[in-house]
C-alpha cells in the first residue's frame, strides 16, 4: 500500500493462467455432476471433503478481513492460492478417486464440489468479473453473480483431524514426486512402490 507496484506481461500471463485454471477446474466440476444444495451431515463427507470446506471458511474469512482493510492484496492472494492450490492441484484430484468410489460417494463430492465453487466464484468477481460470471451462471443457473449474495462462512467447527490427514497426505505426494524428479523418471512412468510405517501412524 502506498508504493508504485510495477505491472508487467508476466502479471497478465499469471492471471491468464488463474482464469484457465478455474474455467478447467468448473467444467470438470459439471463434467462429474457439480450442484449447489444442503450438503450432508460432516459425519457423511471424507476427511477431503471436511478439509475444503474448512480452508474455505478460513479462506472467506481472510478475504472478508482484506477487503474491509482496503488491503486488496491480502484478499486477492488469499483466494489466488486457494484456487489454484487447494481447490484444483489437490481437492479436485482428491475429487477424481471419490467420484470413481461409486455413486453415492461421486453425488456427495458433486455436491461438496457445487458447494466450494460457488462461493469461491462470488468471492472472485469482484476482481475476475467477467470469467467467474460465466462460470458462475453455468454453476449455479442463477441470473447473475453480480446479484448473488456475499459469501459468508459455514459457521461449523474446523475438523483439525481431517486437516492433519489431508496435510500427511500432502507431504507423502510431494515427497513422493520429489523423488520422482530426482530419479530423472518421465512423468507417465509408473514404478512399484511400498509405503511402510503407516500402521504405526
Given at each position: 500500500p502506498g508504493s508504485d507496484i510495477s505491472v508487467g506481461e508476466s502479471h497478465a500471463q499469471s492471471s491468464r493462467n488463474l482464469a484457465t485454471k478455474l474455467f478447467n477446474g468448473t467444467r470438470f466440476a459439471l463434467m462429474n455432476g457439480a450442484r449447489t444444495g444442503e450438503l450432508p451431515p460432516r459425519s457423511d463427507l471424507t476427511d477431503a471433503d471436511r478439509w475444503i470446506l474448512d480452508r474455505l471458511d478460513q479462506v472467506l474469512a481472510d478475504v472478508d478481513e482484506g477487503f474491509e482493510a482496503y488491503e486488496f492484496s491480502k484478499a486477492c492472494e488469499a483466494l489466488y492460492h486457494f484456487a489454484w492450490d487447494e481447490v484444483c492441484?489437490?481437492?479436485?484430484?482428491?475429487?477424481?478417486?471419490?467420484?470413481?468410489?461409486?455413486?453415492?460417494?461421486?453425488?456427495?463430492?458433486?455436491?461438496?464440489?457445487?458447494?466450494?465453487?460457488?462461493?469461491?466464484?462470488?468471492?472472485?468477481?469482484?476482481?475476475?468479473?467477467?470469467?467467474?460470471?460465466?462460470?458462475?451462471?453455468?454453476?449455479?443457473?442463477?441470473?447473475?453473480?453480480?446479484?448473488?449474495?456475499?459469501?459468508t462462512a459455514s459457521g461449523q467447527p474446523a475438523d483439525t483431524a481431517a486437516a492433519a490427514h489431508v496435510s500427511d497426505l500432502q507431504k507423502l505426494v510431494t515427497e513422493v514426486r520429489r523423488f520422482r524428479s530426482d530419479q530423472g523418471l518421465n512423468p507417465g512412468q509408473k514404478v512399484a512402490a511400498r509405503i511402510s510405517g503407516l500402521d504405526d501412524e
Open positions: 492441484d489437490w481437492y479436485l484430484e482428491l475429487a477424481k478417486v471419490q467420484i470413481a468410489g461409486g455413486e453415492d460417494a461421486a453425488s456427495r463430492t458433486a455436491l461438496v464440489l457445487g458447494n466450494v465453487l460457488d462461493p469461491l466464484l462470488r468471492a472472485l468477481s469482484p476482481v475476475m468479473p467477467f470469467v467467474t460470471e460465466v462460470l458462475w451462471k453455468a454453476l449455479t443457473g442463477g441470473e447473475s453473480v453480480v446479484l448473488a449474495s456475499w459469501p
